[in-house]
C-alpha cells in the first residue's frame, strides 16, 4: 500500500469513528437540516430521513428561537465564528435534552 493510499484509508478509518461516536448535525445557510447521523436523529427521537430539510429552530424552545440571543447565535456562525456551548434542544417528543 502505497503512502497516499494509507492515508485515505487512515482518513476513512476515522471518519467511521467519528460518525459512530458523534451527534453529528450539519445545517445550511437557510438553517434547514443537510446532513444528520444516526446518533443524532436517535438521540432526537427522529430518523436521519426525517430531519433532513427540518429548521434548526424546530429543535429549540420558543424562548431561545425568538430572543436576541438566537439571532446573535446564526449571525455568529455565518460570520465563521465557533460555538462552543450547550444549546437546549427540543426531541421529537417536546422534551428538553
Given at each position: 500500500?502505497?503512502?497516499?493510499?494509507a492515508?485515505?484509508?487512515?482518513n476513512?478509518?476515522?471518519?467511521?469513528?467519528?460518525?459512530?461516536?458523534?451527534?453529528?448535525?450539519?445545517?445550511?445557510?437557510?438553517?434547514?437540516v443537510?446532513?444528520?447521523?444516526?446518533?443524532?436523529?436517535?438521540?432526537?427521537?427522529y430518523?436521519?430521513?426525517?430531519?433532513?430539510?427540518m429548521?434548526?429552530?424546530q429543535?429549540?424552545?420558543?424562548?431561545?428561537?425568538?430572543?436576541?440571543?438566537?439571532?446573535?447565535?446564526?449571525?455568529?456562525?455565518?460570520?465563521?465564528?465557533?460555538?462552543?456551548?450547550?444549546?437546549?434542544?427540543?426531541?421529537a417528543?417536546?422534551?428538553?435534552?
Amino acid at each position: 500500500m502505497d503512502k497516499g493510499t494509507a492515508s485515505a484509508v487512515n482518513n476513512d478509518l476515522l471518519v467511521m469513528a467519528l460518525e459512530q461516536n458523534l451527534a453529528i448535525i450539519r445545517f445550511d445557510l437557510n438553517r434547514r437540516v443537510v446532513y444528520v447521523n444516526r446518533s443524532f436523529a436517535g438521540a432526537m427521537g427522529y430518523t436521519e430521513q426525517q430531519m433532513i430539510g427540518m429548521q434548526h429552530r424546530q429543535f429549540c424552545f420558543p424562548e431561545f428561537a425568538n430572543s436576541p440571543a438566537y439571532d446573535k447565535f446564526w449571525r455568529d456562525l455565518l460570520a465563521g465564528r465557533s460555538y462552543q456551548d450547550k444549546i437546549e434542544r427540543m426531541d421529537a417528543r417536546g422534551e428538553r435534552i
